[in-house]
């Protein structure tokens, strides 16, 4: 069995500061991580992902995580967020494999303060 | 090339009512999964079916709920006799048939379920 945890449930930041989101998880085997971020009522949307290689990976708005397998982390940072930041950020796992059962944390409200 | 749509966006029921959800894959998917979104929670997986199959149902709950996924026409989740606390966010996701090891899930807006 897969889990995640994020233990911030919110975390509020001022305008152009850095930001951490925190995220573990848990397998006994091989993993894809995901971070997925949410709008108000809106769907999810895919914001980055890590499949293999590079344990660094970016997205095209500035985030970046990083993949730890010693640590079992999938932290997503951003060296200054922006009020559009404001949103709801999941943490999420699979494993490889063609059908991909996708395990979700419980989500990280972020709120930019200007 | 549309993306995943759901309907209705927002539905109301009473208790005791049947609640369905429909679910239209993007253009070219013929896998389909379903998630819930109880407050203040993150997603739970609920539901896998591709074209007239159900693949894995692990996370439905055993009674009043269903799904399906026929050859023509949506996907669609059923709940029958609903309760209070079935009111929730209901996300479809779709994906391509397997290729290889990823598939990425593609999701629609949900449907904020509600019930009285």
């Known amino acids: 069995a897969q889990s995640v945890t994020q233990l911030d449930s919110q975390v509020p930041v001022f305008e152009e500061a850095p930001v951490e989101l925190r995220c573990n998880y848990s397998s006994s085997v091989s993993v894809y991580l995901f971070w997925y971020v949410q709008y108000p009522n809106q769907g999810l949307q895919l914001l980055l992902k890590y499949l293999s290689g590079s344990t660094l990976v970016e997205s095209i708005n500035g985030f970046e995580a990083e993949f730890n397998k010693s640590q079992t982390s999938f932290h997503l940072r951003k060296p200054s967020v922006h009020i559009s930041d404001t949103a709801e950020y999941f943490c999420a796992v699979s494993s490889p494999g063609g059908y991909q059962k996708v395990t979700f944390g419980t989500g990280t409200k972020l709120q930019v303060i200007p | 090339n549309a993306g995943v749509m759901q309907n209705p966006r927002h539905l109301v029921r009473r208790r005791g009512q049947e609640a369905r959800l429909r679910c239209s894959p993007m253009?070219?998917?013929?896998?389909v999964y379903w998630y819930r979104q109880l407050p203040e929670e993150g997603l739970k997986f609920m539901v896998y079916?591709?074209?007239?199959?159900?693949?894995?149902e692990s996370g439905m709950p055993k009674e009043r709920f269903s799904a399906e996924f026929p050859k023509e026409g949506p996907s669609i989740l059923r709940i029958q006799q609903v309760v209070r606390g079935d009111s929730a966010a209901y996300f479809c996701?779709?994906?391509?048939?397997?290729?290889?090891?990823?598939?990425?899930?593609?999701f629609g807006p949900g449907t904020r379920l509600t019930v009285l």
């Open positions: 253009k070219g998917h013929s896998h």
């Open positions: 996701a779709s994906s391509r048939a397997d290729r290889g090891d990823y598939n990425e899930q593609f």
């Open positions: 079916l591709q074209k007239e199959n159900i693949i894995d």
